[in-house]
Nanobody, 128 residues
Framework: QVQLVESGGGSVQAGGSLRLSCAAS??????????MAWFRQPPGKEREGLAA???????KYADSVKGRVTISQGDNKNTLYLDLHSLKPEDTAVYYC????????????????????WGQGTQVTVSS
């Protein structure tokens, strides 16, 4: 079981930046390796994958946000970050952190159905 709690959302003007955080905790062994990812769900749309980082610590980004977002982990791997830059009104969405013990292509496919553990989400609103 993995618990995920996102924070850092808010309202920002177009062109601005935000850092989202996801605090992760688990009862599993400290040796368990997770794929950690960020998704978002705009109003009235499907949830889409943005970025993932696997057990090898290599990041993968969706083409839709590549160059504008950076995924990273804290030193103890218990915190996941998503830095958002050059924000646009169409980035308005609820942003979710997700985790699962998946590897390689399954992790980097950024498919929401591959992730069992989710946070409650944090709202990001970008105004023009």
């Amino acid at each position: 079981q993995v618990q995920l709690v996102e924070s850092g959302g808010g309202s920002v003007q177009a062109g601005g930046s935000l850092r989202l955080s996801c605090a992760a905790s688990s009862r599993n062994s400290a040796n368990t390796r997770y794929c950690m990812a960020w998704f978002r769900q705009p109003p009235g749309k499907e949830r889409e994958g943005l970025a993932a980082v696997g057990a090898n610590e290599i990041p993968k980004y969706a083409d839709s946000v590549k160059g504008r977002v950076t995924i990273s982990q804290g030193d103890n791997k218990n915190t996941l970050y998503l830095d958002l830059h050059s924000l646009k009104p169409e980035d308005t969405a609820v942003y979710y952190c997700a985790a699962d013990t998946i590897n390689g292509g399954t992790c980097y496919a950024l498919d929401r159905y591959n992730f069992a553990f989710w946070g409650q989400g944090t709202q990001v609103t970008v105004s023009s």
